[in-house]
């Protein structure tokens, strides 16, 4: 972990992994920061996948991540991060069940935004807000797919977003976390997808 508060926790999770049989691949002998599931993430479909660098995740992770994992069928992409209102990817870009993208343009230098909307399509992004981005942690909400049925799961969304969600067709569930955004995460924080 590259926030000094939280390097304690890296040994006991590569510990707990180990234990499991879970292939462990440590950044650090490379002497590279990389923040796992932070910085990175797949498209809903899993025909792209992104590691955000910047802040907490070094930019040469990138060709790191690119030679332990198989992207076999997806497109992998590096995008830079450049707010510090978004110290990781899942602060400031959210990949939704029915193919639409969250995201708040301005956590990314140019470059990065374009990419996402050329991959993902323009009429594919939502752009969010401030408030839906720093104070809410809409980025780091879930999305989840049952049958036909698409929910968004967060902590807080405005009442323009909610609406703009709801007309998409998602069922829009909160979930009240602020105690745990006190620790600057929201719900994806405290999730790990072991499927990756």
Known sequence: MYNPPRR???????????????KIYDSRPHGLNLEGC????????????YLGYGFRTDKGAYDLVKDVIDFTGTE??????VSDLCYHLDTAML??????????????DTESYNLIKEVNGEDNIIE???????????????PVQEG???????????PELHEKLTDLGYNVLVTPYQEFRKS?????????DIGI
């Open 8 to 22: 304690a926790e890296t040994e006991p999770t590569i510990e707990w992994f180990k234990k499991r049989d879970f």
């Open 38 to 49: 932070g910085d990175f993430a797949y498209n809903y479909d899993r025909k792209h996948a």
């Open 76 to 81: 992998f992409h590096s995008l830079h991060l």
């Open 95 to 108: 990949s939704l069940s029915q193919g639409h993208v969250l995201v708040f343009p301005p956590a990314f």
């Open 128 to 142: 969010i807000s401030q408030e839906d981005c720093v104070d809410n942690f809409v980025p780091n909400a879930i």
């Open 148 to 158: 036909d049925k698409h929910y968004v799961v967060g902590m807080a969304f405005t």
């Open 184 to 192: 600057g995460g929201s719900i994806r924080c405290s999730v790990l």
